[in-house]
C-alpha cells in the first residue's frame, strides 16, 4: 500500500510505502517509479543510501522514501508505476503489486535553490 498518490515535478517528496502482512526489514529493498521511458529506482543496499528506511509494525513493514528534485524532474505529468522488490540474505526474493502515483506539472522545470 501506498500512502502518497500524488507528486509534483520538481518537488522532493516522502513517499510512505506499507508492505502489508510482510516484515521485510532484514531484506533489501528496492522501489521503482516507472513512466515507460523513465525509471526511478532506490535501495537500501548496503545503507548506502539514507533516503530510504524501514521500520517494523507489528506484522507490517513500514518503508519511506525520499525522492529529489532532479528525480521528480525526470517523470512527466501524468500516472507512474510504482513497485517493491525485495531480497534476503539466503536469495530469497519476492515484489509486491503494482501501485500507481499521479505526477502533476511544474511551470518551473529546474531545480530551485535556497539562499
Same mark, same amino acid.
Given at each position: 500500500?501506498i !500512502?502518497?498518490t500524488?507528486?509534483r515535478q520538481g518537488?522532493? %517528496?516522502?513517499l510512505?510505502?506499507? /508492505?502489508? +502482512?510482510?516484515?521485510i526489514?532484514?531484506?533489501?529493498?528496492y *522501489? @521503482? #517509479? =516507472?513512466? $515507460?521511458d523513465?525509471?526511478?529506482?532506490? &535501495?537500501?543496499?548496503?545503507?548506502n =543510501?539514507p &533516503? *530510504?528506511?524501514?521500520k517494523a509494525? +507489528?506484522s507490517d @513493514?513500514d518503508?519511506?522514501?525520499?525522492l &529529489?528534485?532532479e528525480e521528480? #524532474?525526470?517523470l512527466? %505529468? +501524468?500516472?507512474a508505476?510504482v513497485? #517493491?522488490r525485495w531480497?534476503? !540474505?539466503?536469495g530469497? /526474493?519476492d /515484489? &509486491? !503489486?503494482? $501501485?500507481?502515483i499521479e505526477? $502533476?506539472e511544474?511551470? #518551473?522545470? $529546474?531545480?530551485i535553490?535556497h +539562499?
Amino acid at each position: 500500500m501506498i !500512502d502518497v498518490t500524488f507528486i509534483r515535478q520538481g518537488a522532493s %517528496p516522502v513517499l510512505e510505502i506499507t /508492505a502489508v +502482512g510482510t516484515e521485510i526489514t532484514n531484506a533489501t529493498v528496492y *522501489v @521503482t #517509479l =516507472d513512466q $515507460g521511458d523513465v525509471q526511478i529506482t532506490k &535501495s537500501n543496499y548496503k545503507n548506502n =543510501d539514507p &533516503s *530510504v528506511t524501514m521500520k517494523a509494525n +507489528g506484522s507490517d @513493514t513500514d518503508i519511506t522514501v525520499i525522492l &529529489s528534485q532532479e528525480e521528480t #524532474l525526470r517523470l512527466r %505529468p +501524468g500516472s507512474a508505476r510504482v513497485q #517493491l522488490r525485495w531480497i534476503f !540474505d539466503d536469495g530469497t /526474493a519476492d /515484489a &509486491s !503489486d503494482m $501501485g500507481r502515483i499521479e505526477i $502533476g506539472e511544474a511551470l #518551473l522545470k $529546474g531545480v530551485i535553490r535556497h +539562499g
